[in-house]
């Protein structure tokens, strides 16, 4: 059985490079199949998911390594009532809405848990 890696993204990815650095990592760690990556985008890092990621702090990680995320075959997990969730547009991966008490339950399978 695969160890489990929760990564919870929630910082600004329009003044800070941490939400594409979590990005990159979760992308990174995954594409080796030896874990199972779940990424959850709350708070403003839901715009992650934009359409047009230009306006973002290191708008190429996000064109280069979403991508792969959605390859997995499961979504990228965002929190129901996140701010901008409605602005987003057409998204370049799939994502499910999850709750806080969701986020909380996944975290809690989980073996490991990083926070951006």
Do not use: H
Request: charged content about 20%; glycine content about 6%.
């Amino acid at each position: 059985m695969a160890r489990k890696i929760l990564f919870v993204i929630n910082g600004d990815p329009r003044t800070s490079a941490r939400p594409a650095e979590g990005i990159r990592i979760a992308a990174g760690v995954g594409t080796w199949k030896k874990v199972e990556v779940t990424v959850v985008l709350a708070e403003a890092a839901v715009l992650a998911l934009s359409e047009f990621p230009d306006e973002l702090v290191d708008e190429d990680n996000y064109v280069r390594y979403l991508p792969i995320l959605g390859e997995w075959g499961r979504p990228v997990y965002v929190e129901t009532g996140a701010p901008f969730l409605q602005d987003l547009g057409q998204t370049p991966v799939p994502y499910e809405r999850v709750t806080v008490s969701q986020v909380a339950a996944m975290a809690a399978a989980s073996d490991c848990v990083l926070r951006f």
